[in-house]
């Protein structure tokens, strides 16, 4: 059986969807197959992104932003949203999943503490995303709960 897949999407894939897919190698290696994009990518990763990664050992500063590809979205197992500005058409057979991230500037926390919020939730929901991937085999089209 090969191995599940999942594709993390936001809007500029230089923040969010980087910093999951940075994590989800981490903690899956190649159990995991991952990628991510950007429904409108922006042109570099976000530093305090990139930074916050690093200071737990994850370094996503040579990545770069990608379009999202709808033939990308049709053959992986799952497509994580972060946040709630990315939206992505549902195509049948694929999952779904919106991360309904925290944002930290709501409350007035801005700068690499924000980040290393938003690192802390992404790297939680990761983690129990891996365990649910690898638990589920990659043919089955269930809805991840």
């Given at each position: ?7 993390f ?71 994580v ?26 409350r ?38």
């Amino acid at each position: 059986m090969s191995a599940p897949s999942v594709l993390f999407v936001c809007v500029k894939n230089g923040g969010k969807s980087q910093m999951a897919a940075g994590l989800m190698r981490q903690v899956a290696g190649d159990r995991v197959e991952v990628h991510s994009a950007g429904t409108k990518p922006g042109a570099a990763v976000n530093a305090l992104s990139a930074e916050s990664l690093l200071e737990v050992g994850v370094d996503i500063s040579d990545q770069t932003p990608t379009l999202l590809d709808p033939q990308l979205v049709e053959g992986v197992d799952l497509v994580v949203t972060l946040g709630r500005e990315a939206h992505v058409d549902p195509i049948p057979g694929t999952r779904f999943e919106n991360w309904d991230t925290d944002e930290p500037s709501d409350r007035g926390i801005d700068g690499i503490e924000r980040m290393r919020l938003v690192r802390d939730d992404i790297a939680a929901r990761v983690t129990d995303l891996a365990a649910r991937l690898q638990n589920t085999p990659s043919t089955e089209h269930q809805e991840i709960r």
